[in-house]
């Protein structure tokens, strides 16, 4: 299994930014798909998660509102759209799968860098 970020970068703060995560290698029911991110100097933390057959969303407190996940099943990709981004949304974003019944994620994406300036 395979999961490619991309569409970081640098962004002025109150700006947008669409990250995707094309997966390859299985297909994706029963799984969730998941966003995390990791700041400078923190812990990964949880960003948003997808249930891949439903489209059910969730999402950290710190993002509600500014961010959104989606799935393309065609595409087998995932998305992540962030609005309104702030200083504070600055890190690295992983994107991940994990079967539904599994208590951890299995696969991981690269990362791929978000800068917020302020």
């Known amino acids: 299994v395979q999961l490619q970020a991309s569409g970081g970068g640098l962004v002025q703060a109150g700006g947008s930014l669409r990250l995707s995560c094309a997966a390859s290698g299985r297909t994706f029911t029963n799984c969730i798909m998941g966003w995390f991110r990791r700041a400078p100097r923190k812990e990964r933390e949880f960003v948003a998660a997808v249930v891949w057959n439903d489209g059910s969303a969730y999402y950290a407190d710190s993002v509600k509102g500014r961010f959104t996940i989606s799935r393309d099943n065609a595409k087998n990709t995932l998305y992540l759209q962030m609005n309104s981004l702030k200083p504070e949304d600055t890190a690295v974003y992983y994107c991940?799968?994990?079967?539904?019944?599994?208590?951890?994620?299995?696969?991981w994406g690269q990362g791929t860098l978000v800068t917020v300036s302020s």
């Open positions: 991940a799968a994990r079967h539904f019944s599994h208590g951890s994620y299995d696969y």
